[in-house]
């Protein structure tokens, strides 16, 4: 076997994002989540901004995973947010369950 890491790859495509809309968070997330059809790198373009390039897998189309990965960047965008917003809450959660675990004497 060679070290050809485009082994088994289709055309890719490439489009930007703007991270004032889509949080660094949710592009790995949507990134790693369609990373069973194709390679997705990340470049840096300032101010604020990524390059995204997908080179799909084989029998995949670049096209396609691009649209994928921009609803799923919507999707986990919305996540992240509302993690965000209900941090608080699920730490009141957690810490009243496991006060009432420790008060009755059960690990």
Known sequence: MGSDNTQGMNSGASFEI???VYPLEAVLRASYWLADQAVVSLRDLP???LLVDVRAHSG????AVCERLQT????????VDVERQTQELRT????T?????AGTGRT
């Open 18 to 20: 703007d991270l004032s």
């Open 92 to 95: 009141l959660i957690w810490r």
């Open 72 to 79: 799923a960047l919507i999707d986990f965008a919305i996540r």
């Open 60 to 63: 995949v189309s670049a096209e």
């Open 47 to 49: 101010p604020g901004r």
């Open 97 to 101: 369950a496991f006060a009432e675990v």
